[in-house]
T-cell receptor, first 114, second 113 residues
Framework: GQNIDQPTEMTATEGAIVQINCTYQ??????LFWYQQHAGEAPTFLSY????GLEEKGRFSSFLSRSKGYSYLLLKELQMKDSASYLC???????????????FGTGTKLQVIP | DSGVTQTPKHLITATGQRVTLRCSPR?????VYWYQQSLDQGLQFLIQ???????AKGNILERFSAQQFPDLHSELNLSSLELGDSALYFC????????????FGPGTRLTVT
């Protein structure tokens, strides 16, 4: 099975940088997703990492270390609208038959303060 | 707008009742996923369909069932409803069966009284 761990809550200041960590344990691993979810709204895709290293996409970057079972999401130049939950999700290796079940962590609630 | 539609947006019903939630995936997507999200809880995966066939099952209660129709829309049936079933139910779709970005619908907020 999969076990995913993220901090429950974080607070950061507008204009600053924040790093949201995610650790996972899984019997097989293919890749890791990050989603953003504003309160009461649907999650929206941010990134998908398969290979080790940092992938940058505007103000958001995502890092993966497969050997350590570790990922982080880095948000730069924080804006008030970045206040949301950030969900880490792992995609395991497929079993015979070719399908994969993506498992979501419980999410990190980020509050951006002025 | 993700392109995934869900109806109804809100549903209020009594304990013991049965409801059906409907989802239409994005054009071209073959996979449909159902998730439950209770207040302050993470997304709990319920079930996945790919091109009409059940592909993966999460912690879905026996009182819940789902299907995906030939036109790829999906329905989630919840029966013998309990107060604890009150939650946001999300449908998501993706091109393939797993390691693909999932596009989420706006959700159906179910309140059981």
């Amino acid at each position: 099975g999969q076990n995913i761990d993220q901090p429950t809550e974080m607070t950061a200041t507008e204009g600053a940088i924040v790093q949201i960590n995610c650790t996972y344990q899984t019997s097989g691993f293919n890749g890791l997703f990050w989603y953003q979810q504003h309160a009461g709204e649907a999650p929206t895709f941010l990134s998908y990492n398969v290979l080790d290293g940092l992938e940058e996409k505007g103000r958001f970057s995502s890092f993966l270390s497969r050997s350590k079972g570790y990922s982080y999401l880095l948000l730069k130049e924080l804006q008030m609208k970045d206040s949301a939950s950030y969900l880490c999700a792992v995609s395991p290796l497929p079993p015979f038959g070719g399908y994969q079940k993506v498992t979501f962590g419980t999410g990190t609630k980020l509050q951006v303060i002025p | 707008d993700s392109g995934v539609t869900q109806t109804p947006k809100h549903l209020i019903t009594a304990t013991g009742q049965r409801v059906t939630l409907r989802c239409s995936p994005r054009s071209g997507d073959l996979s449909v996923y159902w998730y439950q999200q209770s207040l302050d809880q993470g997304l709990q995966f319920l079930i996945q369909y790919y091109n009409g066939e059940e592909r993966a099952k999460g912690n879905i209660l026996e009182r819940f069932s789902a299907q995906q129709f030939p036109d790829l829309h999906s329905e989630l049936n919840l029966s013998s409803l309990e107060l604890g079933d009150s939650a946001l139910y999300f449908c998501a779709s993706s091109q393939g069966q797993g390691a693909y970005e999932q596009y989420f619908g706006p959700g159906t907020r179910l309140t059981v009284t």
